[in-house]
């Protein structure tokens, strides 16, 4: 007899619907897996088999048959394991056929029958409720984060005899609900505060504005100088995350298998700091079956590389794409998977490779050559993506030893939403989220410049020598700087204040 249960496949960080077909008919006793299964999914027949036998159910001795469909469509995991155990039961008359046909099902299942916990469980929850499955029945263990997804019921099942009566009708399951205390915790809670960062307030300042906008951010000074503090501390002062932000990137956690058991919704925005002996692929994301990569894992956040020049120059040639296009591709033979990878930059360096360069208290014992290869590991094309320069010289030690308190996230944060806010609304038709992402067009649109900030403009450009190029990041930086004070139009001092923070165009380029 033939029965069909309705999976799905996870392809980058989207599921598509797969049907697992099985037939069971007389002949020399066989297990046979068709559909361009991952070795994973053949050794599934072995598990299905021990777990249906350790459940209490016969195994006849037939010639068994499992096809997955669409055959094209390369599937890994064993998150198959509980629909083709379910789909053996019904195909040996153990269990009603018909009851199967509403619910998508997905899990891996162990020798002994249990469940167990699977990726990218929230997508495939979304994928459900697109095809219009009244109930979604997977591992117990990722019910949380599918009951994310409304509009679908979902049903956690901890062991194989579970699933079997909750489809007979003999284990009443009430779909998972998020009771009020489970849902999202509150953002702030961060260990860190910038409170503990003395003085330093021109970086503080900088990186307030670099939130505020989404602008990528290279900080540069001298050991010590707590380049590392305020980068670790920049999540703490990020606009709050809105829904769908917090859903796409728990996607792509769920997708990497980093969600973890029990795993809800994201609620903060992540901030992921790979060290500089990072691969490519470990940053862009690979593997034959491609997993997303640091980039990938800081979308909606921000991903901080400290010692910045100490990264591999190809390493940081892969940075380009996503930086441009707020996405990366990976290509491999059989598939090619895009994953969102959009981020803030953040990049901590010293001036010089002794690291006192310009530090009136410390002398610098680098010649002019060194500097110059120093600089020259970071591509032109990569700091040409970065709005924001901020020199951040040696602290005072009284600033550090002082009382006297920085002060804390939260107003800053306060401040942040609030010109996030704005752009969310000025962008709102725009295809953009923030004023960063502004191109040319946006530009001339959003950035009208009065004739007194032109002209302090213009002379700036003339008297630092900017380039077209940085003549453009000015703007944005001004109109995020005009957002922070509310101010509809972008004005002199948002301008004066916005070339401040362009200091590499002058001194190193
Ligand atoms: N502004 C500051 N306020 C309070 N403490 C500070 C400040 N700056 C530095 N410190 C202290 O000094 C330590 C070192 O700072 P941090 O690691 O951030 O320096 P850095 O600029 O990253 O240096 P390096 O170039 O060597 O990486 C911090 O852990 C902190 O204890
Ligand atoms: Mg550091
Ligand atoms: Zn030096």
């Known amino acids: ?24 008919y007389p002949g020399m006793p066989s297990i046979t897996v068709v559909g361009l299964p991952d070795s994973a999914v053949k050794e599934s027949t072995a598990r299905v088999k021990s777990a249906i036998i350790n459940s209490g159910y016969p195994f006849p001795a037939r010639r068994i048959t499992i096809n997955l469909a669409p055959a094209g469509l390369k599937k890994e995991g064993a998150g198959f394991d509980l629909p083709i155990a379910l789909g053996t039961l019904a195909a040996l008359d153990l269990l009603p056929a018909e009851k199967l046909e509403d619910y998508l099902v997905v899990g891996e299942v162990s020798l002994d029958g249990a469940v167990k916990w699977v990726r990218g469980a929230l997508s495939l929850a979304i994928s459900a409720r697109q095809q219009g499955f009244k109930g979604l029945i997977l591992p117990e263990m990722n019910a949380r984060e599918a009951a994310v997804v409304e509009g679908i019921d979902v049903f956690g099942v901890s062991s194989l005899l579970t699933a079997t009566g909750f489809i007979m009708g003999r284990v009443p399951l009430q779909p998972r609900r998020l009771s009020s205390e489970e849902q999202p915790p509150d953002a702030g809670a961060y260990p860190i505060d910038f409170k503990e960062v003395r003085g330093q307030e021109y970086a503080k300042r900088a990186v307030e504005v670099a939130a505020a906008g989404g602008h990528n951010v290279l900080m540069i000074g001298p050991p010590g100088s707590g380049k590392t503090m305020i980068s670790q501390r920049i999540p703490t002062i990020l606009p709050e995350p809105v829904f769908e932000e917090s859903i796409e990137t728990t996607r792509i956690y769920s997708a990497a298998g980093l969600l ?22 470990g940053l862009i994301g690979g593997g034959i ?59 901590a360096m010293n001036p010089c490779p002794c690291g006192y360069r310009g530090d009136p208290k410390h002398e610098c014992k680098c010649g002019a050559l ?38 804390p996230s939260a107003p800053v944060q306060e401040r942040v939403n609030r010109a996030r806010r704005i752009q969310l609304e000025r962008f709102r038709n725009a295809g953009i989220y923030s004023n960063a992402q502004m191109g040319a067009r946006h530009l001339k649109r959003f950035c009208p410049l009065g004739q007194e900030s032109l002209a302090v403009l213009e002379k700036a450009m003339d008297v630092l020598g900017l380039s077209a190029r940085a003549y453009h990041r000015v703007l944005k930086i001004a109109r995020t700087i005009a957002d922070l004070e509310g101010s509809e139009n972008v004005l002199t001092p948002h301008v004066t204040e916005a070339v401040q923070y362009r200091s590499l165009d002058r001194r190193y380029m």
């Open 1 to 24: 007899m033939l029965a069909r249960v309705h999976s799905g496949a996870l392809v980058g960080i989207d599921a598509y619907p797969v049907e697992v077909e099985i037939d069971v």
């Open 289 to 347: 079956i491609p997993r997303p990569g640091e980039v990938s894992l800081a979308h909606n956040g921000v991903l901080f590389l400290d010692e910045f020049p100490e990264f591999k120059k190809n390493v940081l040639e892969v940075l380009r794409q996503p930086m441009e296009d707020g996405v990366v591709t990976i290509s491999r033979s059989q598939m090619s998977v895009t994953f969102p990878a959009r981020f803030m930059l953040v990049a």
């Open 260 to 281: 973890g058991r029990n795993g809800a919704v994201m609620t903060v925005r992540p901030f992921r700091s790979p060290h500089h002996t990072v691969s490519d692929a």
């Open 370 to 407: 060194a500097v110059q290869r120093y600089w020259s590991k970071i591509s032109g094309p990569l700091l040409d993506r970065i709005d924001i320069h901020v020199e951040v010289p040696a602290v005072n030690w009284k600033d550090v030893t002082g009382k006297t308190e920085g002060e």
